[in-house]
């Protein structure tokens, strides 16, 4: 039905910067909320920052500051602009949206395939 897909992940030294990208296609009808969440090693998955279709956003303490979530209503696309990268935001970073689709009269939840950010020196 809906298909997320993720890239801009990679290997970054301590203090860079990365901008991870996802773009959702398929039956979409709207997008009311696109999120990052993140997973790392022998941790469970954590929501990172959300934003909503109008604007609206917030994220965790840990990246207040540094991390920055925007969106393209037009390209269904969800954007995480990462700076001061640190060793403890190594993880998969996944791409979620809720999305309304045009053969389901309720909204749901859909996942990207997730993306690797690994921060070492």
């Known amino acids: 039905q809906v298909q997320l897909v993720e890239s801009g992940g990679g290997l970054v030294q301590p203090g860079g910067s990365l901008r991870l990208s996802c773009a959702a296609s398929?039956?979409?009808?709207?997008?009311?909320?696109m999120s990052w969440y993140r997973q790392a090693p022998g941790n469970q998955r954590e929501l990172v920052a959300y934003?909503?279709?109008?604007?609206?956003?917030d994220s965790v303490d840990s990246v207040k500051g540094r991390f920055t979530i925007s969106r393209n209503n037009a390209a269904n696309t969800v954007y995480l602009q990462m700076n001061s990268l640190k060793p403890e935001d190594t993880a998969v970073y996944y791409c979620?949206?809720?999305?309304?689709?045009?053969?389901?009269?309720?909204?749901?939840?859909?996942w990207g395939q997730g993306t690797e950010v690994t921060v070492s020196s």
């Open positions: 398929g039956t979409i009808f709207s997008i009311e909320r």
């Open positions: 934003i909503y279709s109008d604007g609206g956003s």
């Open positions: 979620n949206a809720l999305v309304q689709t045009t053969i389901a009269p309720r909204s749901k939840d859909f």
